[in-house]
């Protein structure tokens, strides 16, 4: 069966078996967004629906709640953003942003201890942390990262100067903190446009015969 954009399946990663959402692909060989090869099993039915329900609704809060205690009690640099547990049940994600390295060890096997599950701690960034909880950019529109985009390109300062943007950095910040991604992803049409259009102090008449300077 051919899958569409916004299928719900169930896919195979080297983690275990997790819920999937197809984004922009027409294949049954995907990446997902952390760039694992993951393969799709099948269509996600009622049944993996409300076992991944009950995931978020218990058992993802228990593990958090318990690995943020965990972290306090180790005394960790730490800060837990969330916890995952696979539709499969085989691993469970927990996602942390700390400013310093740390011994994983201690807590990880204190999270095993408890749940009796695989634990895989993933340290994210900023925009990771944005993409994770999602959110609403200044456009009015879910976030690029969490919309469509699979790999991230940083833009720069150099693209937003070609868009004539205010050069603030409040202005050009997306709600992850660094330059909004959709900068990018407008750059090519204005190097674009910018190779079409009179260049500033150009003197340039309309099809009316209007004339005047560029500024």
């Not at 899958?3 to 294949?27: C, F, H, W, Y």
């Not at 180790?74 to 942390?96: I, M, S």
């Not at 910018?194 to 150009?202: F, N, R, S, V």
Request: charged share 30%; aromatic share 6%.
């Amino acid at each position: 069966k051919d899958l569409k954009r916004g299928d719900l399946v169930v896919v195979r990663t080297s983690d275990g078996t997790e819920g999937a959402v197809i984004l922009d692909e027409n294949g049954r060989n995907l990446k997902n967004q952390r760039g694992q090869s993951a393969r799709v099993l099948r269509l996600m039915s009622e049944h993996d629906q409300e076992t991944m329900g009950k995931h978020e609704q218990t058992l993802n809060k228990e593990i958090l709640s318990f690995a943020k205690k965990a972290a306090v009690d180790q005394k960790l640099p730490v800060r837990v953003e969330e916890a995952e547990a696979l539709l499969g049940g085989e691993t469970v994600r927990v996602y942390y942003t700390a400013n310093e390295s740390f011994d994983l060890g201690p807590w990880v096997r204190a999270l095993a201890g408890r749940f009796k599950r695989h634990f895989t701690l993933r340290k994210i960034n900023q925009r990771e942390t944005a993409k994770l909880f999602g959110d609403v950019g200044m456009c009015g529109q879910e976030m690029c990262c969490v919309r469509f985009a699979r790999e991230h390109r940083p833009p720069s300062i150099r693209m937003a100067r070609l868009q004539k943007m205010t050069l603030d950095p409040n202005s050009l910040a997306g709600p992850c903190g660094p330059i909004r991604c959709c900068i990018r992803y407008e750059h090519e049409h204005y190097l674009e446009s910018d190779k079409a259009l009179p260049k500033m102090g150009c003197d340039v008449c309309s099809n009316s015969g209007q004339c005047g300077t560029v500024k």
